[in-house]
């Protein structure tokens, strides 16, 4: 079966850096993208940007680039997403999902990482 | 960027009922297009991809039409399970990808 396995909630406090994670199983997790959507409270989806762990190959939605960084270290077939100051607009649960340029949809996708930022 | 519009906004129907779903892009995707189901507390699921294709798993009362501009999802009967919010996707300039707003799909 394939599976993304995501990192568990995150309370944190402006300014503050953070790193979270998600792991694939179930297929080569060389040989897809990985993708992440962030949804804030109540709201929609927003692709963030997506890695190649093959190549570490990353490109970013034009709204989060300079805002993030997506990082893999496919040894572990891990994938990860990365702020270095937060800000309370950070607020917001973070998906990640499989993605590929000859199936362009996202499937599956993560249970979700909860970030919360509040002083 | 392509801007994907979803209507309604909220839709309510009684269980056994068709729903409707409407989702439309600012400029023709052809049918580069997936709909994927929210439930509450829960990731996003893909429902449909290539417009109208059911991903594995998905019931057969699930249906997507449509291409260009023009984008439907019908749920021929709804069962319990299927009060979620619905969002449009489409992929057409990858990874560019945009989503609809969603449309909540609630028991009247």
């Known amino acids: 079966e394939v599976q993304l396995v995501q990192s568990g909630a995150e309370v944190k406090k402006p300014g503050e850096s953070l790193k979270i994670s998600c792991k694939g199983s179930?297929?080569?997790?060389?040989?897809?993208?990985i993708g992440w959507v962030r949804q804030m409270p109540g709201k929609g989806l927003e692709w963030m940007g997506i890695?190649?762990?093959?190549?570490?190959?990353?490109r970013y939605s034009p709204s989060f680039q300079g805002q993030v960084t997506i990082s893999a270290d496919k040894s572990i077939s891990t994938a990860y997403l990365q702020w270095s100051s937060l800000k309370a607009s950070d607020t917001a649960m973070y998906y990640c999902?499989?993605?590929?340029?000859?199936?362009?949809?996202?499937?599956?996708w993560g249970q979700g990482t909860l970030v919360t930022v509040s002083s | 960027e392509i801007v994907m519009t979803q209507s309604p906004a909220t839709l309510s129907v009684s269980p056994g009922e068709r729903a409707t779903l409407s989702c439309r892009a600012s400029?023709?995707?052809?049918?580069?297009l997936a709909w994927y189901q929210q439930k509450p507390g829960q990731a996003p699921r893909l429902l449909i991809y290539?417009?109208?294709t059911r991903a594995t798993g998905i019931p057969a009362r699930f249906s997507g039409s449509g291409s260009g501009t023009e984008f439907t999802l019908t749920i021929s009967s709804l069962q319990s399970e299927d009060f979620a919010v619905y969002y449009c996707?489409?992929?057409?300039?990858?990874?560019?990808?945009?989503f609809g707003q969603g449309t909540k799909v609630e028991i009247k």
């Open positions: 999902a499989r993605t590929d340029p000859s199936r362009r949809w996202f499937d599956p």
């Open positions: 179930g297929y080569s997790f060389t040989s897809y993208w």
């Open positions: 890695i190649y762990p093959g190549d570490s190959d990353t």
């Open positions: 400029q023709s995707v052809s049918s580069n």
């Open positions: 290539g417009a109208s």
């Open positions: 996707q489409q992929y057409n300039n990858w990874p560019f990808w945009t």
